[in-house]
């Protein structure tokens, strides 16, 4: 069965920096790519980037570049998440998903559980 | 970047009515464009890709068409566990844009 894990909820600081990662199961990791979309509450969804697991290439949403990195562990078949200097408007349930294969086939499916990250001071 | 417009950006309708939700990309995509379901609480899920490919398992009361900027997802006979916020998506190229999302509700 195809599906991704997140990990678990977190909470920091305004300037803090957060990881989520993202495990693969039932599918040959590399032959997809990862993609994480966040939603702040009440909210809709907001694409952030992804990752391909073949090369490492990836792609940031523009208002993130510089603050997010998106990097891949072909060992454990997890990717994982960062986004640096965190402020208020960063909360959000972060979620990965699954793109591909293929360099046409992006659409979004399935998608981790999500994971609620909370910035406050 | 290509701006993704839906609408309505909400709806109300009786079960059994047929409802459609459009969305418009700024600029032509061809037929690179999916619609998720997001229920109350929950995780997006796939209905359609490549604007009219349904996915497996996705109910065949759902139907999308449409290519370049116009599309369409529709609902031939609204079902109460159709409440949910439905967003479409292009991915022709990145950014992979949402659209704001519709929220349909039973009257």
């Known amino acids: 069965q195809v599906q991704l894990v997140q990990s678990g909820a977190e909470v920091k600081k305004p300037g803090a920096s957060v990881k989520v990662s993202c495990k693969a199961f039932?599918?040959?990791?590399?032959?997809?790519?990862v993609s994480w979309v966040r939603q702040a509450p009440g909210q809709g969804l907001e694409w952030m980037g992804w990752?391909?697991?073949?090369?490492?290439?990836?792609d940031y949403a523009q208002n993130l570049q510089g603050r997010v990195a998106m990097t891949t562990d072909p060992s454990t078949n997890t990717v994982y998440m960062e986004l640096r200097s965190l402020r208020s408007d960063d909360t959000a349930i972060y979620y990965c998903?699954?793109?591909?294969?293929?360099?046409?086939?992006?659409?979004?499916?399935?998608w981790g559980q999500g994971t609620l990250v909370t910035v406050s001071s | 970047d290509i701006h993704m417009t839906q609408s309505p950006f909400s709806l109300s309708a009786s079960v059994g009515d047929r409802v459609t939700i459009t969305c418009r990309a700024s600029?032509?995509?061809?037929?690179?464009l999916a619609w998720y379901q997001q229920k109350p609480g929950k995780v997006p899920r796939l209905l359609i890709y490549?604007?009219?490919v349904l996915q497996s398992g996705v109910p065949s009361r759902f139907s999308g068409s449409g290519s370049g900027t116009d599309f369409t997802l529709t609902i031939t006979s609204l079902q109460p566990a159709d409440v949910a916020t439905y967003y479409c998506?292009?991915?022709?190229?990145?950014?992979?844009?949402f659209g704001q999302g519709t929220r349909v509700e039973i009257k």
């Open positions: 490549d604007a009219s």
């Open positions: 039932g599918y040959t990791f590399t032959s997809y790519g």
């Open positions: 998903a699954r793109v591909g294969p293929g360099v046409t086939n992006n659409w979004f499916d399935p």
């Open positions: 990752i391909s697991a073949y090369n490492g290439h990836t």
């Open positions: 998506q292009k991915y022709n190229s990145v950014p992979w844009t």
């Open positions: 600029q032509g995509i061809g037929k690179s």
